[in-house]
């Protein structure tokens, strides 16, 4: 059975950088909280960060270029956080690869968990089409990865690769 990487937020929790949580009680997530599929992971608490923290944004290109070392993250009011943003990915997808994940289930418009927008690193609110540093990295392995508001396509992704994966007798 294929896993679930999910932000660790999810499910109310809150440790968002605000303190808040993000609700998710459709009848998918509540299917995979029963069979045990979800793993539950912040990033962002893994390397250190604490709650609440200061908002943090990518500044000078995309998630690509800051794992590539081309682009930064920084916190308002501009403390460079590019290393640790780093180090959250990689934990990140150590974790993944770790629990038998199939896809990732994550926090739209974060840095780290953005997976089809982010912020464009004015800190004006303003978003931007693209992924954070650690939907990036999970993709770059290959791992697919959904917005929290998107569990109905990510639960076809997940039961068309457990069909690709099932032995065949």
């Given at each position: 059975?294929?896993?679930?990487?999910?932000?660790?937020?999810?499910?109310?929790?809150?440790?968002r950088?605000?303190g808040?949580?993000?609700?998710?009680?459709?009848?998918?997530?509540?299917?995979?909280?029963?069979?045990?599929?979800?793993?539950?992971?912040c990033?962002?608490?893994?390397?250190?960060?604490?709650?609440?923290?200061?908002?943090?944004?990518?500044?000078?290109?995309?998630?690509?270029?800051?794992?590539?070392?081309?682009?930064?993250?920084?916190?308002?009011?501009?403390?460079?956080?590019?290393?640790?943003?780093q180090?959250?990915?990689?934990r990140?997808?150590d974790?993944?690869?770790?629990?038998?994940?199939g896809?990732?289930?994550?926090?739209?418009?974060?840095?780290t968990?953005?997976?089809?927008?982010?912020?464009?690193?004015?800190?004006?609110?303003?978003?931007?089409a693209?992924?954070?540093?650690?939907?990036?990295?999970l993709?770059r392995?290959?791992?697919?990865?959904?917005?929290?508001?998107?569990?109905?396509?990510?639960?076809?992704?997940?039961?068309?690769?457990?069909?690709?994966?099932?032995?065949?007798?």
């Open positions: 059975m294929l896993k679930v990487l999910v932000s660790g937020c999810l499910g109310g929790v809150p440790i950088f605000n808040t949580g993000v609700q998710a009680s459709s009848p998918i997530w509540r299917q995979w909280a029963a069979e045990g599929r979800l793993v539950a992971l990033p962002e608490l893994a390397v250190g960060f604490p709650v609440p923290r200061p908002p943090a944004e990518i500044v000078g290109g995309s998630a690509a270029d800051v794992l590539d070392g081309r682009a930064r993250v920084h916190e308002l009011p501009g403390r460079d956080v590019t290393e640790l943003f180090a959250a990915a990689q990140a997808v974790r993944a690869m770790q629990a038998g994940v896809i990732a289930v994550l926090v739209d418009g974060s840095p968990c953005g997976s089809t927008y982010v912020h464009d690193g004015t800190f004006a609110g303003v978003t931007v693209g992924r954070g540093v650690v939907a990036e990295a993709h392995h290959g791992i697919p990865v959904f917005p929290h508001h998107d569990l109905g396509r990510a639960a076809a992704t997940l039961a068309d690769l457990e069909r690709r994966s099932a032995p065949r007798g």
